[in-house]
């Protein structure tokens, strides 16, 4: 039985669909049963990371756990939590999806290395994904395309290795049903880099219509983020993160998906028009 940890997330959602399509048994971890819907044969559990006891009876019987922390400097604290959980149900393989450059940053502002690390030197077969930049972070714009307002652009023309999450999804399943990845990490990301000038024009041939963006100032968007009453932590993540793309920092494009998958990632044209209906008005 595969644990889902994040099973209503973003890449969570895609690999408890991909599991089970598959015919494995997977058990999907949310706070709220109530409100999610997975397909059918899959079990949902209530867990919460904030306590850790429910997630070690939410663990009990699985052979292996999904470990997907939500972003946000209590990754370090909520991947120990899973950790533990997974080595109280002796789960024989973990799967932990971190992030790409995670080793590169400032210790205070490098949330997956902990995780990472404690992962290495377990008792516990494992696969590190560290993805990129996920191509849905654009659902962030879909309310200004839609309305025909520009679109905040804080990372000048960096370009990033942009990633479907269904692709990242697809390489935790393999990894879940393969000793081929045990002890590997696999840098993710699409086969292009692309700026958010340039996702914008792909975005705009897909609905048909030209979608602006505007520079948005670090300094302004540190304090729209602010505003918006986000932790300071993750708001001095995520300004060094634009900084870093826009100066060209996270340009990495890696053939790790297709090794994986035997096929060539997703585009970012092809995750957007997936998800036109998201953005057209
Ligand atoms: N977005 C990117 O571009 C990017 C790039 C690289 C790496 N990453 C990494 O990918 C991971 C996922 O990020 P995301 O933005 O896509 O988030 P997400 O997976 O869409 O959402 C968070 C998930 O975590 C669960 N969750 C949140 N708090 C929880 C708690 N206290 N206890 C139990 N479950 C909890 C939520 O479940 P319920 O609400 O149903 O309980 C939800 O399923 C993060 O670790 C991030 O660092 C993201």
């Known amino acids: 039985m595969i644990l889902v940890t994040g099973a209503t997330g973003t890449v969570g959602r895609e690999l408890v669909r991909v599991l089970a399509a598959r015919g494995e048994r997977v058990r999907a971890v949310t706070r709220e049963p109530a409100k999610a ?18 997630l070690e009876d939410a663990a009990k019987g ?13 990754i370090v604290r909520h991947d120990e ?15 932990k999806l971190s992030a790409i450059g995670t080793g590169d940053h400032p210790e205070d502002r490098d949330w997956h ?26 659902l962030h714009w879909a309310d200004a395309i839609r309305t ?17 999450p269904a692709d990242i999804a697809e390489v935790a399943a393999h990894a879940f049903v393969s000793s081929d990845h045990d002890g590997r990490t696999y840098t993710l990301t699409g086969s292009e880099a692309i700026s958010v000038l340039e996702m914008a024009d792909v ?15 670090l300094e302004d968007y540190r304090e729209r983020l602010t505003r918006a009453g986000l ?6 993540t995520a300004v060094e993160g634009s900084r870093l ?37």
Do not use: C, Y
């Open 37 to 54: 819907s997975f397909p059918d044969g899959v079990e949902v559990v209530r867990a919460d990371f904030d306590d850790p006891a429910s």
């Open 62 to 74: 699985a052979d292996a756990v999904f470990m997907l922390s939500a972003p946000g400097p209590w």
């Open 113 to 138: 290395r902990p995780g990472e690390q404690a992962l290495k030197e377990s008792e516990h077969a494992w696969t590190i994904l560290r993805p990129s930049s996920f191509a849905s972070n654009t």
């Open 148 to 164: 025909g307002q520009p679109v905040p652009n804080s990372m000048a023309d960096g370009r990033q290795g942009v990633i479907d």
């Open 81 to 95: 939590v899973i950790l533990a959980a997974a080595r109280a149900a002796g789960a024989g393989k973990i799967v």
């Open 203 to 217: 975005l705009g041939e897909i609905i048909g219509r030209r979608v602006e963006t505007v520079p948005l100032a």
């Open 245 to 281: 793309v826009a100066s060209g920092g996270n340009e990495t494009v890696t053939d790790d998906v297709e090794r994986v998958l035997g096929r060539p990632p997703h585009t970012f044209a092809d995750w957007a028009r997936a998800n036109r209906n998201a953005f057209a008005s």
């Open 231 to 236: 932790d300071p932590a993750f708001v001095t």
